[in-house]
Structure formats: C-alpha cells, structure tokens
C-alpha cells in the first residue's frame, strides 16, 4: 500500500503545471557538458557541485542530473527551503523539469546520476518516468551514519523490484568525497547531529569557503 500510495501521490507531483521548479543555474541544453568517456566519476562530481550550491542557498545539500549519450543534459538542485516546498527534493524537480523538456524516449535512454542515493519519494518519481539506470554518490548507510537515523525505508533497488521494473542501480561512487557536502546542511534541527556525526566520523571539513569537492584528507 505505501508503494501504491507514492505513485499516486507522484501522478500529481509530476504534473507538468502542478508545482514550480527553480533548479539555480544549471540548466544545459544538449550537446554543451564535457564528456566522461572513462567512467561515472566526472558526472557525480557534477552532482556534488549541485549539491553545494543548494547549500549554500540554504537548502538541503543534494543535487541530480541526466545523463543522455555520454553528455549531461539536464540537472536540478533541492529547493525544499528557497520554495517552500516539501516535495523540492533533487531528484524531483529534475523529473519535473524533465517533464517538461526532454522527450520521453530520451529520458528512457539517459542515466540519473544522484549525489545521495534517493529517498523512497524520490525513487517513486524515477520510477513513474521510467528511469531505468541510476549513479549514485552517498549510500543509504552511510547517510544514515551522518544523520544518526536508521533508514526504515524502501530502498530504491527494491521499489522497483517489487513492481517488476528494471534497475541498473550502481554506486556508491566517490563518496568519501560526497559526505563532506553535508558540512553545508542548513540549520534545521538535524543540522547540529549532522556536523557532530561528521566530526566523529573522521570526516575532514573543507567546504568553508567553497565552491568545488576536492579530495579528503588523510
């Protein structure tokens, strides 16, 4: 019944008029992102970049974008706080705006490249237009290690086992490098767990001043 209830509840989220979407400054059109011809870790850096910039507008820390043909095409950034919206997760404003703008025989093909791995709301929006390959950056368990807060819910790979669909479901990739982006979680009441959690786990903080992921110290 949960399954069941996400969808529903995504045919309406994932209405083309249904919510605004404001995903910063990194729309790309076809053709105009660098290549990757050697493997994932270009494009999740990517995400990790989308990721900061939602913190640093204060929103929660996690960015999305789609891949098509080796080239990005399309990315997106939580908006939860700057919108007022619960529902402007990354993973969902970039199926909103892939809606919109990318023609469903593309967004098939195209691989999703998520600089956490997706909650189960999200997974209900890649699942209802038919995302069949996702990149991720953080895991689940690791999340949880930076949230203090066992994950109780569906994973993704499991949402779309259970309802038949395939999933190439790859990751994590860099995530020693993508932990560090929840250094820039907005202040909330999970933010003072989070930064104590990061520190007890070692993680170095290096994003003061900054823009870009760079490697984390040893």
């Given at each position: 019944?949960?399954?069941?209830?996400?969808?529903?509840?995504?045919?309406?989220?994932?209405?083309?008029?249904?919510?605004?979407?404001?995903?910063?400054?990194?729309?790309?059109?076809?053709?105009?992102?660098?290549?990757?011809?050697?493997?994932?870790?270009?494009?999740?850096r990517?995400?990790?970049?989308?990721?900061?910039?939602?913190?640093?507008?204060?929103?929660?820390?996690?960015?999305?974008?789609?891949?098509?043909?080796?080239?990005?095409?399309?990315?997106?950034?939580?908006?939860?706080?700057?919108?007022?919206?619960?529902?402007?997760?990354?993973?969902?404003?970039?199926?909103?705006?892939?809606?919109?703008?990318?023609?469903?025989?593309?967004?098939?093909?195209?691989?999703?490249?998520?600089?956490?791995?997706?909650?189960?709301?999200?997974?209900?929006?890649?699942?209802?237009?038919?995302?069949?390959?996702?990149?991720?950056?953080?895991?689940?368990?690791?999340?949880?290690?930076?949230?203090?807060?066992?994950?109780?819910?569906?994973?993704?790979?499991?949402?779309?086992?259970?309802?038949?669909?395939p999933?190439?479901?790859?990751?994590?990739?860099?995530e020693?490098?993508?932990?560090?982006?929840?250094?820039?979680?907005?202040?909330?009441?999970?933010?003072s767990?989070i930064?104590?959690?990061?520190?007890?786990?070692?993680?170095v903080?290096?994003?003061?001043?900054?823009?870009?992921?760079?490697?984390?110290?040893?």
């Open positions: 019944m949960k399954i069941i209830f996400l969808i529903v509840l995504l045919v309406f989220v994932l209405s083309p008029t249904a919510l605004p979407v404001s995903a910063g400054d990194y729309i790309i059109s076809y053709g105009k992102e660098t290549r990757s011809p050697t493997g994932h870790e270009p494009f999740i990517q995400a990790f970049e989308l990721a900061i910039s939602a913190g640093k507008k204060g929103n929660h820390p996690f960015g999305a974008l789609l891949v098509y043909q080796n080239k990005a095409i399309l990315t997106a950034e939580n908006t939860v706080h700057a919108d007022s919206n619960v529902y402007g997760h990354a993973e969902i404003n970039l199926m909103i705006k892939a809606r919109r703008e990318i023609p469903p025989e593309v967004l098939r093909e195209s691989t999703m490249y998520v600089s956490t791995a997706p909650c189960m709301l999200c997974c209900s929006a890649m699942w209802y237009r038919d995302i069949a390959r996702v990149v991720y950056g953080v895991s689940y368990k690791t999340f949880s290690k930076v949230t203090g807060v066992e994950d109780k819910s569906i994973p993704c790979e499991k949402l779309y086992q259970e309802t038949g669909k999933l190439e479901w790859i990751g994590p990739v860099l020693e490098e993508g932990i560090k982006v929840f250094y820039l979680w907005p202040q909330d009441s999970s933010q767990s930064l104590k959690n990061l520190e007890e786990l070692g993680i903080k290096t994003l003061q001043h900054g823009d870009r992921i760079t490697p984390i110290d040893k």
